[in-house]
């Protein structure tokens, strides 16, 4: 345990972290705005080029690649959520005493919530949030696994995979309050659902229910609760670091979960007509097997 501890919050190079748009790879606004041009241009291309030369139920096989791309961000995933909590619980431990001087932390709990005003964006919980931006560049691959395998490509996906990508930079870029639990939850989340990915994905049983989909609206319920509490210490102890970032975070979060919701709402709206149909016609809703449906839609 104290050989983990030491290779996810006591190593130099964690402790010694420091955001910086000389040092660290892929720190500068242009390299975000041109990587995000770069992901939607790919996509709508690729997606635009298979529909000229493949008919449109031909799928191109891809064998186990999307499979250890899902094993690979969920183990990735659980590596960012076990280094965060542990550093999060070394830097509560190492500047508590600072606490006292400020109006805005009094707790641990308020400390993962609202970053005192002047925090800077360097020492353990930077790092993590770091490699943590670095992995979303691993998520926009699943957008190509789906052009690939589905021949589907919608608006709220490559809007969704480019926010959640400025987003993680902004955090970094502002030192923005909130942005620990935001990972804490984002990285559970991400193991999970991944690891789940992979289960079906070699051929286990899958869920009975829209598994990949109830995580998300976990995340998202709980994102929205967090962001209330950084709002009430905001006003309440003072002010928070990095809240500039954190209305823009927090807008774009409202618009993801509209776009959400309603395309939550479409399919289901489209599976119960689907079932309706079925039933009409004397056939059983039941004839699909447990997750099907899920899996296709991603």
Not at 40 to 52: D, E, M, N, R, Y
Not at 60 to 73: D, E, K
Not at 165 to 186: K, N, R, T
Request: glycine share 6%; charged share 10%; with cysteine.
């Amino acid at each position: 345990m104290q050989s983990v501890k030491y290779w996810l919050s006591e190593h130099p190079s964690i402790v010694n972290f420091r955001w910086s748009h000389t040092q660290s790879f892929g720190s500068t606004w242009s390299f975000l705005f041109s990587s995000i041009a770069v992901y939607v241009v790919a996509a709508t291309t690729l997606h635009g080029f298979l529909s000229l030369v493949l008919s449109k139920r031909r799928r191109v096989p891809l064998g186990p690649i999307p499979a250890v791309h899902s094993l690979c961000v969920s183990l990735i995933s659980a590596v960012i959520f076990v280094g965060i909590l542990l550093s999060a619980a070394a830097e509560i431990r190492d500047t508590r005493w600072f606490w006292r001087r400020t109006k805005t932390v009094t707790t641990p709990f308020q400390w993962l919530l609202c970053f005192p005003l002047g925090t800077r964006p360097s020492g353990r919980v930077f790092f993590w949030s770091y490699v943590f931006y670095l992995s979303r560049f691993l998520h926009l691959f699943r957008t190509f696994f789906t052009i690939l395998r589905h021949r589907k490509l919608t608006f709220f996906h490559l809007f969704n995979q480019s926010i959640l990508l400025c987003m993680s930079f902004l955090w970094l870029e502002f030192s923005q309050s909130f942005q620990v639990l935001a990972i804490l939850l984002a990285t559970l989340l991400y193991s999970v659902v991944y690891g789940y990915r992979f289960w079906t994905a070699i051929g286990l049983p899958s869920a009975c229910f829209p598994f990949v989909v109830n995580c998300q609206i976990v995340l998202l319920g709980c994102n929205l609760l967090c962001h209330f509490g950084v709002l009430v210490l905001h006003f309440l102890k003072g002010g928070c670091n990095g809240m500039g970032a954190w209305g823009f975070n927090s807008v774009l979060n409202g618009v993801i979960l509209l776009l959400f919701l309603n395309f939550y709402v479409k399919r289901h709206l489209r599976k119960r007509h689907a079932n309706d149909h079925l039933t009409g016609h004397g056939g059983s809703s039941s004839v699909r097997s447990c997750g099907s449906s899920e899996i296709k839609s991603e």
